[in-house]
């Protein structure tokens, strides 16, 4: 009996709680669903409305990367004329001159009576970051997009993940995602995130990330940037992106909150509101190794080949892991980061780059277009599912592995030594991946007349590449140098 009590108290987190919230309001709106008549329906000859619920606003280029190529589809394969789309965002003001055509809608942090009253007013939710079913995070995160679905899923309307992965997730947070999302179609971006959703009984479909139809500021831009802060234009360069690793989860604790907030405590782990980060001395030791441990290779490697070594943060968060990495190096190396530089313009950055050292799985994703030759460093399955559908599983290490610098020096001298073969292998990659993001289009326009039977899409076409948004020249110039 006791043992019992201790299990469920153990269970009653802030994250727990608010999946509990969630749970309530998704099932009071399909209760309002049933018997209320002022439920906003679609009707035959009016607009879709359609709600994207991400990551939006906190300056983490690829998570907007990946969105602003989701809406660019969507657009295409349904039409301007034929949609109203609005998208979440947590800070409009980080978010303004992005997503064009689309309306922002301010999400506060406490979400569920949000959702509860947003959601209902479209007639379908699309949810859109990358890392949308797994714990490794914030269980708040995936709740959210989990209680967006579900919320649509209540009404019966249009609920799909685009784009998706799924890795481990909590008991508590598991549950909730198969509850609510069972009626979802989730179109993920690896088999393997395939494997777990369908073994929680989720209909999923093959897909791709949607970042690699992106196209960035000219590369006059970027170059323009790096030589700013002391690029020859002609050093090969290393672009270098460290994040911190070792404090995640984010997790809410009120406890903690009411300590930061009253006595000044934990100011090193907080994140935001009640989430604080997962950061204990242990952590701290094991952050300031894998630091080092990559400027001992980006320096080695920049002294052996003369090249210019840049240090690029995709999110602000990566701010802080820039600047250690830059005082860890010989000589202090520039840094640049997101909440300086839009997406734009920061992906023009790291396609000039020959080189790349990155733990941000969407730096490598965008550099890839430009056959920047990348070697990963991953603190979980994405990197290390990218580079096996590369075919380059020797070109994904750990943050935490032993001799790291050694080996993420060899891994770039391998590619050095070979850059004409490593490049091939990339190009082909990237076109692979833009094919299988077409038949997600085929699938997703399948899934709107499944909901939405006497909808009428702008798609024209039965080619695969039919199902894209226009192609940039350089991705047109890439696939004919592949064809």
Same mark, same amino acid.
């Given at each position: 009996m006791l043992e019992t009590a201790k299990q469920l108290i153990s269970k009653i987190t802030p994250d727990y709680g608010l999946q509990k919230a969630m749970d309530s309001f998704i099932y009071t709106t399909s209760l309002r669903s049933a018997i209320s008549s002022h439920t906003e329906t679609w009707q035959k000859g009016k607009p879709l409305k359609l709600l994207f619920a991400?990551?939006?606003?906190? +300056?983490?280029?690829?998570?907007?990367? +990946?969105?602003?190529?989701?809406? +660019?589809q969507v657009r295409h394969l349904l039409g301007d004329e034929n949609i109203m789309l609005s998208i979440i965002t947590i800070d409009p003001k980080a978010t303004a001159g992005y997503f064009s055509s689309v309306k922002p809608v301010h999400m506060p942090q406490i979400f569920p009576p949000f959702l509860f009253t947003e959601c209902p007013k479209h007639h379908g939710v699309i949810a859109c970051e990358g890392s949308m079913f797994k714990s490794k995070f914030a269980d708040a995160l995936s709740t959210m997009m989990a209680g967006a679905l579900g919320m649509a899923n209540a009404e019966g309307k249009l609920s799909v993940g685009y784009g998706a992965e799924a890795g481990a997730m909590n008991p508590s947070l598991k549950h909730f995602v198969k509850k609510h999302c069972a009626d979802s179609l989730v179109i993920c971006r690896n088999e393997q995130s395939q494997e777990i959703l369908e073994r929680m009984d989720i209909r999923t479909k093959p897909g791709a990330d949607t970042a690699w139809t992106f196209s960035p500021s000219p590369a006059s831009t970027g170059q323009t940037i790096l030589k700013k802060h002391g690029w020859d234009g002609k050093q090969p360069l290393l672009v270098v992106c460290p994040i911190n690793p070792f404090w995640w989860p984010v997790k809410a604790d009120v406890v903690k909150q009411v300590q930061h907030v009253f006595l000044g405590m934990h100011r090193q782990q907080h994140y935001k509101s009640v989430y604080f980060h997962d950061y204990d001395q242990r952590d701290q030791k094991a952050y300031q190794t894998y630091i080092s441990e990559l400027a001992l290779a980006a320096d080695r490697f920049a002294k052996k080949h003369n090249a210019f070594v840049v240090s690029v943060g995709m999110e602000k968060l990566d701010r802080s892991a820039c600047e250690d990495f830059s005082v860890a190096m010989p000589n202090r190396v520039p840094v640049l980061v997101s909440d300086d530089y839009n997406m734009y313009d920061l992906v023009s950055v790291i396609r000039q780059g020959s080189f790349m050292i990155s733990s941000r799985f969407h730096a490598i994703v965008c550099s890839m277009p430009a056959k920047v030759l990348s070697v990963g460093v991953t603190m979980d399955e994405r990197i290390r599912n990218l580079m096996k559908q590369r075919g380059h599983d020797a070109l994904s290490l750990e943050v935490d592995e032993l001799d790291l610098?050694?080996?993420?020096?060899?891994?770039?001298?391998?590619?050095?030594?070979?850059?004409?073969?490593?490049?091939?292998?990339? =190009?082909?990659?990237?076109?692979?991946?833009?094919?299988?993001? =077409?038949?997600m289009g085929k699938d997703f326009l399948e899934e709107v007349a499944r909901v939405y039977p006497d909808f009428t899409a702008a798609h024209k076409g039965d080619t695969w590449q039919s199902y894209l948004p226009t192609l940039s020249k350089s991705l047109q110039e890439l696939g004919e140098s592949i064809a």
């Amino acid at each position: 009996m006791l043992e019992t009590a201790k299990q469920l108290i153990s269970k009653i987190t802030p994250d727990y709680g608010l999946q509990k919230a969630m749970d309530s309001f998704i099932y009071t709106t399909s209760l309002r669903s049933a018997i209320s008549s002022h439920t906003e329906t679609w009707q035959k000859g009016k607009p879709l409305k359609l709600l994207f619920a991400g990551y939006a606003g906190s +300056r983490n280029t690829g998570a907007d990367v +990946r969105v602003e190529e989701m809406i +660019r589809q969507v657009r295409h394969l349904l039409g301007d004329e034929n949609i109203m789309l609005s998208i979440i965002t947590i800070d409009p003001k980080a978010t303004a001159g992005y997503f064009s055509s689309v309306k922002p809608v301010h999400m506060p942090q406490i979400f569920p009576p949000f959702l509860f009253t947003e959601c209902p007013k479209h007639h379908g939710v699309i949810a859109c970051e990358g890392s949308m079913f797994k714990s490794k995070f914030a269980d708040a995160l995936s709740t959210m997009m989990a209680g967006a679905l579900g919320m649509a899923n209540a009404e019966g309307k249009l609920s799909v993940g685009y784009g998706a992965e799924a890795g481990a997730m909590n008991p508590s947070l598991k549950h909730f995602v198969k509850k609510h999302c069972a009626d979802s179609l989730v179109i993920c971006r690896n088999e393997q995130s395939q494997e777990i959703l369908e073994r929680m009984d989720i209909r999923t479909k093959p897909g791709a990330d949607t970042a690699w139809t992106f196209s960035p500021s000219p590369a006059s831009t970027g170059q323009t940037i790096l030589k700013k802060h002391g690029w020859d234009g002609k050093q090969p360069l290393l672009v270098v992106c460290p994040i911190n690793p070792f404090w995640w989860p984010v997790k809410a604790d009120v406890v903690k909150q009411v300590q930061h907030v009253f006595l000044g405590m934990h100011r090193q782990q907080h994140y935001k509101s009640v989430y604080f980060h997962d950061y204990d001395q242990r952590d701290q030791k094991a952050y300031q190794t894998y630091i080092s441990e990559l400027a001992l290779a980006a320096d080695r490697f920049a002294k052996k080949h003369n090249a210019f070594v840049v240090s690029v943060g995709m999110e602000k968060l990566d701010r802080s892991a820039c600047e250690d990495f830059s005082v860890a190096m010989p000589n202090r190396v520039p840094v640049l980061v997101s909440d300086d530089y839009n997406m734009y313009d920061l992906v023009s950055v790291i396609r000039q780059g020959s080189f790349m050292i990155s733990s941000r799985f969407h730096a490598i994703v965008c550099s890839m277009p430009a056959k920047v030759l990348s070697v990963g460093v991953t603190m979980d399955e994405r990197i290390r599912n990218l580079m096996k559908q590369r075919g380059h599983d020797a070109l994904s290490l750990e943050v935490d592995e032993l001799d790291l610098g050694e080996k993420v020096f060899q891994a770039l001298e391998n590619m050095q030594a070979n850059p004409e073969q490593y490049g091939n292998e990339i =190009a082909k990659t990237v076109f692979g991946e833009i094919e299988k993001m =077409a038949w997600m289009g085929k699938d997703f326009l399948e899934e709107v007349a499944r909901v939405y039977p006497d909808f009428t899409a702008a798609h024209k076409g039965d080619t695969w590449q039919s199902y894209l948004p226009t192609l940039s020249k350089s991705l047109q110039e890439l696939g004919e140098s592949i064809a």
